[in-house]
């Protein structure tokens, strides 16, 4: 079995986490990052942390007197009479625009016992044999209206479930796998209009490759294959900013393992310079025990084709590998795993510091991406699932 060896970075990163989560135990942060609870106990100790809990203040209550009773009680009657006042008011607003008949029949089922069905239907100009054929028919609807309620919890379990961030395609397929073959996306995406709910939209990256043609080049070991039949023989790097307040920027290199399309290292820094793609290998060769033998595909960015680059790869015995020029296909991984993080994090909020991003990329990474998000290429499960299926007795990290 291989030892565990975390990076250093991913044991601040750690640390820092539960720091910024006062309301989560050691061992939910620890669940979420996929380690051991002592591990990270004892990582938080070294550090020195100390995180106080605070208790509710409980607030004796003592019975109201008879005359604070009596007053509620008018203030009761005072706001039920301002809603009815408020009620009529706007229906009378709406069927001046015209609106549906459907909406002046829920209105005379509304008020009929205080007004009466022949009076409200004289008044609102309806005959009183639609009124009554509508209502009916009203157990159809209701069970209709029931049975979209009940998939619109559903469908907001799985639109939260990734922070929110599911569309309509996406969810309907969820639902489907989850055994309700008859929903379709159409009502999918109505019930979604009518709760408010939205997928979150990409939005377009700046250009981080910026090739050297004087730099080493390695050939395309891939051929625009990018699946492998094991964890840890085929990875592939990349690079993409990471955009601060202020116009500011910082950018994330990551490496990830093929089969799983699980990141096993990154790193974050404030330049672009070979030290950020080398420090992101040294991630996941820590993650992972070993990394040789593996292929490394990159694209042509001055970092991969750097000498200190190289020189790592073949120190740690890695077979480099390079797609064709300006082809985003040939590292089409990567580009698919920075479209998401952009749509799940980066979109979602200004981020005022390098820290304060790097905690919500860790938190999205480690805990919903690696161990909630399903994904269609992987069987409908998540990377760490995948990689447990795929290699049951490996020592890889989960």
Not at 42 to 71: D, F, I, K, Q
Request: some cysteine; overall charge positive; aromatic content about 6%.
């Amino acid at each position: 079995m291989v030892m565990k060896n975390y990076p250093p970075q991913f044991k601040a990163d750690a640390v820092a986490l539960y720091e910024s989560r006062p309301e989560a135990t050691i061992r939910q942060v620890a669940a979420d990052l996929g380690i051991n609870p002592e591990t990270l106990r004892n990582w938080v100790r070294a550090a020195g942390v100390s995180r106080p809990r605070g208790r509710r203040a409980e607030t004796p209550t003592e019975p109201p007197t008879p005359l604070e009773a009596e007053n509620a009680a008018l203030r009761k009657k005072v706001r039920e009479l301002e809603e009815e006042r408020e009620i009529l008011r706007k229906a009378a607003k709406l069927f001046r625009r015209g609106d549906a008949l459907v909406n002046r029949f829920q209105f005379v089922a509304g008020h009929q016992r205080r007004h009466g069905v022949k009076r409200l239907c004289t008044i609102l100009g309806i005959a009183r044999s639609s009124y009554y054929y509508w209502r009916r028919t009203a157990a159809d609807r209701a069970a209709r209206q029931a049975a979209d309620a009940r998939l619109a919890v559903r469908i907001r379990a799985v639109h939260l479930e990734p922070d929110g961030t599911y569309g309509v395609p996406r969810i309907t397929a969820e639902l489907r796998e989850t055994g309700d073959e008859a929903v379709n996306h159409k009502r999918v995406a109505r019930i979604m209009r009518a709760s408010g709910l939205e997928g979150v939209r990409l939005r377009r990256r700046h250009r981080t490759t910026v090739p050297d043609p004087a730099a080493a080049k390695a050939p395309d070991l891939t051929g625009r294959d990018l699946t492998a039949a094991e964890p840890n023989t085929k990875y592939v790097g990349d690079i993409t900013y990471l955009p601060l307040h202020g116009g500011k920027f910082c950018y994330l290199a990551t490496v990830t393992d093929l089969p799983s399309r699980r990141p096993a290292g990154w790193a974050i820094a404030d330049h672009m310079r070979a030290d950020l793609v080398t420090d992101a290998l040294a991630a996941a060769i820590g993650t992972r025990g070993s990394l040789a033998g593996s292929i490394m595909h990159t694209d042509h960015g001055a970092q991969f084709r750097s000498r200190k680059f190289v020189s790592v790869l073949a120190r740690h015995d890695l077979v480099g590998s390079m797609g064709r020029v300006g082809a985003a296909g040939d590292n089409a991984a990567m580009e698919s795993f920075f479209a998401l993080l952009q749509k799940n994090v980066l979109d979602r909020r200004s981020w005022a510091t390098r820290q304060e991003l790097r905690i919500a990329i860790v938190t999205w990474i480690e805990r919903t991406y690696h161990r909630r998000r399903r994904q269609r290429r992987l069987a409908r499960s998540t990377p760490v699932e995948y990689e447990t299926i795929m290699t049951p007795a490996a020592a890889l990290a989960a």
